[in-house]
């Protein structure tokens, strides 16, 4: 087995090696598996030591020297790898024997790798990089330990490839992602040769509909928006699951702000409805996600104490800005300019738009914030919009909206195909995350916009490029 500490570990391979005479089947299903972890994956999911089931988790020292910088800072990095170095401690209690630790009941073990000697790497991975250590590692234990399946895990696309290519199975962190993409929930459906007369109940006060005279809907899930059609008639309506009808929605308009499209009206009438907690819109760039979320937020800013704005600071292909000058509220406003023109077009919708925003920033009841200090915040009567919400993690998703008090609202938009950090993809960010588990809760709701409205040139963009 492997071991913890040098010579006991090198002796304990070695021994491994020399009693292995024959390798077993690699299709083989009695093959144990043993898990190498990258250190992005850790500070991704400080828990993800127990989201392997039965099988052995190792750790190569390497990742620890990494982890060792991470440990100071206020940032959702660098307390996964404090909250990762703390459970690693607490499960090796005063020094770990050559099987490793246990990770619990039903769990397997957990082991640190030290530097092992690689030969056939040494000509082709000669630069030393953290990257090629955790490598030439991972490798060497595979040589050195033929009756385990070793299986690198890492959210760097270049370094599973370069371990595919030695010919070492490789694998992202699938723990907190969706299979596609397209199972998403969309949190909208269109169905086709609804009865005139339901279409005509529904137009008809109050605008409800019992579900039970519905049957075409197989279903629905709490808050879902439909498109209920009958030829050319058509009706908007949502699922109300509490009462088990479906409630008819009018496009109204919001701060001087109209909807344009169905999948708007659907936004709108989340956004505006008291009962709903969580709200979470995704769609292509133009197609008003933020716009609406803030025309909402100041059209129901009565309710709320305070309307708080923000979004990750993650500049465009990650090339930082540089050093900026000024105060805290100075060095981030290039990164919120964002809101702050989605604020001036709400301005100019309506005569009294400019004089209540503009009275609100004064006041401090509308604040533009970056979320690097939002851990620890208890958010009470808010009405909080995260904006490119594709760009957090599911943890930094979980500590935002934890932070939510008695009466607040929390609302996260972005672009699913648009993400700009290195170890995220469509399938793994936290709005997906977010959405994909949300599914189904009555104080969730969610809408997928697919239609540009920014302008005619946007939206070709958008379906273009």
């Known amino acids: 087995m492997i071991s913890s500490a040098g010579k006991h570990r090198e002796d304990s391979l070695v021994d491994s090696e020399k009693k292995s005479d024959q390798q077993p089947d690699p299709d083989s299903d009695s093959k144990s598996k043993l898990f190498v972890l990258d250190t992005n994956v850790i500070l991704h999911d400080a828990r993800c030591l127990f989201q392997f089931h039965e099988h052995d988790i190792a750790v190569p020292i390497t990742v620890l020297e990494e982890l060792d910088g ?64 955790i490598l030439k590692t991972a ?86 928006s439909f498109i209920l059609r009958n030829g050319s008639r058509s009706v908007l309506a949502t699922y109300r699951a509490e009462d088990q009808v479906f409630r008819r929605i009018t496009r109204t308009a919001c701060f001087g702000i109209k909807p344009r499209n169905a999948e708007q009206s659907f936004a709108l009438q989340a956004l505006t409805d008291p009962d709903i907690r969580l709200v979470t819109l995704s769609g292509k760039a133009g197609s008003g996600k933020t716009l609406m979320s803030l025309a909402a937020a100041l059209e129901c800013e009565s309710r709320f104490r305070q309307l708080l704005l923000a979004r990750p600071i993650v500049p465009l292909s990650n090339r930082d800005l540089g050093f900026l000058p000024g105060d805290a509220h100075a060095k981030i406003e290039p990164y919120m300019q964002p809101l702050f023109d989605n604020l001036n077009v709400l301005k100019h919708e309506e005569t009294k738009s400019r004089q209540v925003i503009e009275e609100m920033l004064e006041d401090e009841r509308l604040e533009i914030t970056p979320l690097a200090y939002i851990r620890g915040r208890s958010l009470q009567q808010t009405f909080f919009i995260i904006d490119e919400a594709q760009n957090l993690t599911p943890h930094e998703i979980k500590a935002i909206v934890t932070r939510a008090g008695e009466g607040t609202k929390i609302v996260l938009t972005g672009d699913l195909q648009q993400i700009d950090h290195p170890y995220l993809d469509s399938t793994s960010n936290g709005l997906t995350y977010v959405i994909n588990r949300m599914k189904g809760q009555h104080l969730h709701a969610h809408v997928t916009l697919e239609k540009g409205v920014r302008s005619e040139l946007s939206e070709l963009a958008g379906t273009l490029l």
């Not at 109050?206 to 039970?212: M, N, Q, R, V």
């Open 70 to 133: 991470f440990k100071k800072g206020d940032s959702d990095i660098h307390f996964q790898a404090r909250q990762f170095l703390r459970s690693l401690d607490e499960l090796a209690g005063d020094v770990m024997s050559n099987e490793g630790a246990s990770l619990g009941e039903g769990l397997g073990a957990f082991r640190v790798l030290l530097h092992l000697p690689f030969r056939p790497a040494d000509d082709t991975l000669r630069s030393d990089t953290a990257d090629h250590r």
């Open 139 to 224: 490798l060497a234990t595979a040589d050195l330990l033929p009756e385990c399946d070793v299986v690198l895990v890492s959210k760097d696309t270049n370094l599973r490839l370069k371990a595919k290519a030695f010919g070492l199975v490789a694998q992202d962190y699938n723990n907190d992602k969706i299979r596609h993409l397209d199972d998403l929930y969309t949190g909208k459906r269109i169905i086709n040769d609804v009865s005139s007369e339901v279409i005509a109940v529904l137009y008809e006060e109050p605008g409800e509909l019992e579900a039970a005279n519905l049957p075409l809907v197989d279903s629905p899930v709490p808050n879902e």
